[in-house]
């Protein structure tokens, strides 16, 4: 299994431009979750799913969209980057009935 | 919501040393709490947990006490070793199951000097 894959590892945009952050799990997780991590805050909740067709927002979902049509892939979108959504993004899975998160590598981005 | 608090945010301690993290959270109704540990340019990674239902828990060098009462719970490392240097994170979790509730500290960076 290769786990939780993120793609792309590093980013950079420009202010206003739109990009997807792509997070595909191989586990038949049915938990998908995006975190943001920032300098000493910590693991901050965007969106998650509880399996496919349905999302909902976690802490700071402002500026992010989701989607889940499989039960493998949980797209992140930024619609209109900020310098605010520097950030490094995490993507997570868990297992139906469990509670260990497998975390994906990260994507590191850049809004200038 | 859950509130986790976490120190120290760093840490340094020499090499055969014991390292102690802690953590407190606000939601009593809290019944999972995890400790993750992330290294450098990974994703974290669990090393250790505990359930509302148990004390303390322990795996070879690293163990996790829990005190429901004053809710709070602490992370051990004994016999400290430098690829145990990293950035460990607690978390909590109210509910069953998929943590997609679950709220994390703001981390502490432990450095083991050799």
């Known amino acids: 299994n290769a786990g939780v894959t993120q793609t792309p590892k590093f980013q950079v945009l420009k202010t206003g431009q739109s990009m997807t952050l792509q997070c595909a799990q191989d586990m038949n997780h049915e938990y998908m979750s995006w975190y943001r991590q920032d300098p000493g805050m910590g693991l901050r909740l965007i969106h998650y799913s509880v399996g496919a067709g349905i999302t909902d927002q976690g802490e700071v979902p402002n500026g992010y969209n989701v989607s889940r049509s499989t039960t493998e892939d949980f797209p992140l979108r930024l619609l209109s980057a900020a310098p605010s959504q520097t950030s490094v993004y995490f993507c997570?899975?868990?297992?139906?009935?469990?509670?260990?998160?497998?975390f994906g590598p990260g994507t590191r981005l850049t809004v200038l | 919501g859950e509130n986790v608090e976490q120190h120290p945010s760093t840490l340094s301690v020499q090499e055969g040393d014991s390292a102690v993290i802690k953590c407190t959270y606000s939601d009593s109704a809290s019944n999972y709490f995890p400790w993750y540990k992330q290294e450098l340019g990974k994703g974290p990674q669990l090393i250790i947990d505990i359930r509302s239902n148990v004390g303390e828990k322990k795996d070879q060098r690293i163990a996790v006490t829990l005190n429901k009462t004053a809710k709070h719970f602490s992370l051990h490392i004994t016999e400290t070793q430098p690829e145990d240097s990293a950035v460990y994170f607690c978390?909590?979790?109210?509910?069953?199951?998929?943590?997609?509730?679950?709220?994390f500290g703001t981390g502490t960076r432990l450095t083991i000097i050799p």
């Open positions: 978390a909590a979790l109210r509910g069953p199951s998929g943590n997609e509730k679950l709220t």
């Open positions: 997570a899975s868990t297992g139906q009935g469990d509670n260990e998160q497998f």
